[in-house]
């Protein structure tokens, strides 16, 4: 099956894509283009998965880059392929020609940053912990550190958790309030004591107060479980593990 890639006319003209889980070689709950080294699928499997994208994005595999995440607000800046190491950070941005940056996510954001004019790009990994810690923002600090702009710094969020997917209990809400209570208006009401989180429009907010132009593709991870892998609808069904959609940028 042919890979799908998911493209943003706001990061043209440079290659990226979000790519789904269609034109994979993994099988069972992973069924599709498991990119999870982290994940119990065969990781002969996943070799082949990220070939065929570092394929797609015009690369060779070793230029894929991509790190441990951790749900942190850490950044790492890249010159060139890591080999086998993978540094812990949620964030990653290089100004080398030839790299591909890669985030993985299932139901978190991946955010894809270009500012074409400066040859600097950027990939986040962007849960509600990384985010409400500053990862965005520190993600376009680190852009700006090798010669970005805020003004000519494009972001594109990715296949995400929608809000009427994102259901969470009212420690989660009070955990944002304490940040900043204006947060409440990123969350609706639900059943009983439950609330709905805006992930996307949360993401949105950090990045446009940063000074810089974001949008959101809009796909819901967890609505759309042909195209999407999904942590949240992964528990819900009490499978064993889920797969791990990838997003990259290259210059």
């Not at 850490?74 to 950070?89: F, I, Q, S």
């Not at 479980?225 to 069904?237: L, M």
């Amino acid at each position: 099956m042919t890979l799908e890639i998911i493209t943003s006319d706001s990061l043209g003209p440079l290659r990226h894509g979000f790519f789904t889980r269609r034109g994979g070689a993994s099988s069972g709950v992973f069924s599709g283009l498991n990119c999870g080294t982290g994940s119990s699928d065969q990781c002969e499997i996943v070799s082949i998965n990220r070939a065929r994208v570092a394929e797609a994005m015009q690369v060779p595999a070793d230029h894929l880059v991509t790190v441990h995440q951790t749900h942190s607000a850490d950044v790492e800046t890249v010159d060139g392929p890591l080999g086998t190491a993978k540094p812990k950070a949620d964030a990653v941005v290089t100004n080398t020609p030839g790299v591909a940056l890669g985030i993985l996510t299932a139901d978190c954001q991946p955010v894809l940053f270009a500012d074409p004019e400066a040859g600097v790009i950027g990939a986040a990994h962007a849960g509600w912990r990384g985010a409400l810690d500053g990862v965005l923002e520190a993600t376009i600090d680190a852009m700006v550190a090798l010669g970005a702009e805020h003004e000519t710094i494009t972001a594109v969020i990715g296949p995400s958790i929608s809000q009427r997917a994102y259901e969470v209990g009212p420690e989660f809400l009070d955990t944002f309030l304490a940040e900043d209570p204006q947060y409440a208006r990123f969350f609706v009401n639900g059943a009983e004591d439950k609330f709905h989180f805006d992930l996307p429009g949360f993401g949105l907010h950090r990045m446009r107060n940063a000074g810089i132009a974001a949008e959101w593709t809009r796909h819901c991870t967890y609505s759309d479980a042909e195209r999407f892998y999904s942590y949240r609808r992964s528990t819900h069904a009490r499978e064993a593990d889920y797969g791990r959609l990838i997003s990259v940028i290259r210059l």
